[in-house]
């Protein structure tokens, strides 16, 4: 395949496979502060961007080049609040958007339509995990300090995890 795309393919590896250390540590951090529900969205969030980068290195090694096996960045171990956690959940899957972007350009310029085809996925998906962040996020704004707010705020999102996950076939991770 062509080299400047695969180069730029296994960068993506090594930052999906940073934003699933980086949520997975976001989700342990919140299991040790009592925000069980929130625990359970990061880790499922976690195991789904390790299958963003498995997917990529398949595509890299069926189209005839090597997926390489990232190396580890490793990501804070603590963080302010549940709120600033997810300001930098977003502010995360907005660098990851900017390099899908700047991906499908390099494969525009490349002529390399296959892998701008398959690219597709990640476009579709970035919105997504953007509206995801910035919905939550804004009822963390509404909610404030309020301790019986983050209450019922952590037990929604349990549940949201729960029915995504029974709705994909995925077991929740806790
Ligand atoms: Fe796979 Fe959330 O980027």
């Not at 296994?10 to 989700?27: K, P, R």
């Not at 040790?32 to 499922?44: E, I, P």
């Not at 962040?133 to 404030?144: E, F, Y």
Request: glycine fraction near 6%; proline fraction near 2%.
């Amino acid at each position: 395949m062509n080299k400047k795309i695969e180069k730029s393919l296994n960068e993506q590896i090594s930052l999906e496979f940073y934003s699933s250390n980086l949520y997975l540590a976001m989700a342990s951090w919140a299991e040790v502060n009592g925000f069980s529900g929130t625990a359970a969205f990061l880790y499922k969030h976690a195991e789904e961007e390790r299958i963003h980068m498995l997917k990529l290195m398949h595509f890299i090694n069926e189209r005839g080049g090597q997926g390489l096996s990232p190396g580890s960045e490793v990501p804070p171990k603590s963080f302010k609040s549940v709120k600033a956690l997810f300001q930098e959940v977003l502010d995360h899957e907005v660098v990851v958007t900017n390099e899908i972007n700047n991906l499908v350009g390099l494969c525009l310029s490349e002529k390399d339509f296959t892998t701008h085809n398959f690219l597709q996925w990640y476009v579709s998906e970035q919105l997504e995990e953007e509206n995801l962040a910035r919905t939550i996020l804004d009822k963390l704004k509404l909610i404030g300090n309020d301790g019986s707010g983050m209450y019922h705020f952590d037990r929604d999102i349990q549940t949201l995890t729960a029915i995504s996950a029974s709705a994909s076939g995925t077991p929740t991770a806790k």
